[in-house]
């Protein structure tokens, strides 16, 4: 990792919520579950980034999730990470998602920085698991 990541490092999206990221509930659109934790996960994924080499990458590691309220298609969200910890190669965030009435998400999310080449050699020792299940 590149120096500097620290606790308070923040980056925030915004997002439009459109029936692809939305679900029917009660005759009302609202925003998904799966697309919240998407949400999250990559403005978390995204700040973690900045401090990447070209050999990294991070992967998720845990996520826990509180929705709190719905928030309806047609109106947007703001997602912002935090940064709380780094700890060698683990990093956690704050995540927090406001539409613009409320808060309408919380999570806590890890991720964990790894070496691409090493990944690439344990994603092809999987594929070649894969080929052979057979």
């Known amino acids: ?11 925030t999206h915004r997002h439009d919520i459109v029936a692809e990221r939305s679900v029917m509930e009660e005759g009302f659109r609202i925003y998904s579950t799966p697309s919240l934790v998407m949400d999250m996960e990559m403005t978390c994924h995204d700040l973690l980034g900045e401090y990447l080499s070209d050999t990294e990458s991070a992967v998720g590691e845990r996520v826990e999730m509180d929705y709190l309220a719905a928030t309806l298609e047609g109106m947007w969200v703001e997602v912002t990470a935090t940064v709380t910890s780094v700890a060698g190669r683990r990093v956690n965030f704050m995540a927090e998602v406001r539409d613009e009435f409320e808060v309408v998400g919380r999570a806590t999310h ?19 698991k894969l080929a052979q299940r057979g």
């Open 1 to 11: 990792m590149k120096p500097g990541l620290c606790a308070g490092a923040t980056r």
């Open 110 to 128: 890890v991720r964990f920085v790894v070496d691409l080449a090493k990944q690439r050699e344990r994603l092809d020792a999987r594929a070649v």
